[in-house]
């Protein structure tokens, strides 16, 4: 035979393949391509993803309602500390006296009534000592400033 030994099949390199991971031969045996199974793992995640928005969307309403619940009783406490307070100025005798005379226009026995009307265009201002005083009504702002500017 020539020169030429025949080539013994161990001479050739073989070309290695590497073991297909499990899943992989799992999934091309039944039929799952890549494509397949990413659409199953989207798919996957889309419903994961809905199972927890509900609940969660749940969750955030709720808080905004104990918020608001929160801020309505506060409200309700201020409200029941006013009407508390106007409770002990009614159960006082000299309050009650005032608030007559003042709303009602009520005198005691032996006074005489008297009401002074002031012409239109002033205001009343009532202080604290009970001596009323008459002020001219405020002038618009831009007719104080052409006054102030024709005079000068």
């Known amino acids: 035979m020539g020169g ?7 001479d050739v ?3 290695t393949v590497a073991p297909r991971p499990l899943v992989a031969r799992i999934g091309y045996a039944v039929g799952i391509t890549t494509a397949r199974r990413a659409a199953l793992l989207g798919a996957l995640v889309c ?3 809905l199972s927890v928005a509900v609940p969660l969307r749940n969750y955030v309403g709720q808080r905004a309602e104990l918020a ?4 309505q009783q506060q409200m309700l406490t201020d409200k029941i500390a006013e009407l508390e307070r106007r409770r002990s100025l009614l159960a006082d ?3 009650i006296e005032t608030q007559a005379r003042e709303r009602l226009r ?3 026995p032996g006074q005489a009534p008297y009401l002074v009307q002031l012409p239109p265009g002033t205001i009343a201002t009532g202080n604290t000592d009970g001596n009323d005083t008459v002020q001219a009504s405020p002038q618009l702002w831009y007719r ?3 006054k102030s500017i024709n005079s000068g």
Do not use: C
Not at 4 to 10: C, H
Not at 68 to 71: G, I, L, R, S, T
């Open 4 to 10: 030429a030994e025949p080539t013994r099949r161990s």
């Open 13 to 15: 390199p073989q070309r």
């Open 47 to 49: 419903v994961l993803m």
């Open 68 to 71: 608001a619940v929160y801020e």
């Open 93 to 95: 005798p000299q309050h």
């Open 106 to 108: 009520y005198v005691l």
């Open 144 to 146: 104080q400033l052409w």
